[in-house]
């Protein structure tokens, strides 16, 4: 098992910035791709960005050029760098963690607000 808890959320004005954090512990050995996805409130959950134990990363149309995922594989941590916030970023903000088994197992985090403020 893993466990993921996430921090940095909040209100911010458009165009700000804002940073989350996510700590992985449990099974951490196991973990292959981390990464954040949100989901706004009637919508479907999306991804927002993953990266690799490798740190190949992948965004999100939406999100490129504006946000930046990065991972410390020494204290098992991936955080999300969000500038240039829009109205439309405003959702909850889950990490997940992937395990190597095919297909992987998945983890999430509870989740963290982000609101951005016209």
């Known amino acids: 098992q893993v466990q993921l808890v996430e921090s940095g959320g909040g209100l911010v004005q458009a165009g700000g910035s804002l940073r989350l954090s996510c700590a992985a512990s449990?099974?951490?050995?196991?973990?292959?791709?981390m990464g954040w996805y949100r989901q706004a409130f009637g919508k479907q959950r999306e991804l927002v960005a993953t990266i690799t134990i490798n740190k190949n990363t992948n965004y999100a149309d939406s999100v490129k050029g504006r946000f930046t995922i990065s991972r410390d594989n020494a204290r098992y941590t991936v955080d999300l760098q969000m500038n240039s916030l829009k109205p439309e970023d405003t959702a909850v903000y889950y990490c997940n963690a992937g395990d190597f088994r095919l297909p992987p197992q998945s983890y999430w985090g509870q989740g963290t607000q982000v609101t951005v403020s016209s």
């Open positions: 449990g099974n951490i050995f196991s973990i292959n791709t």
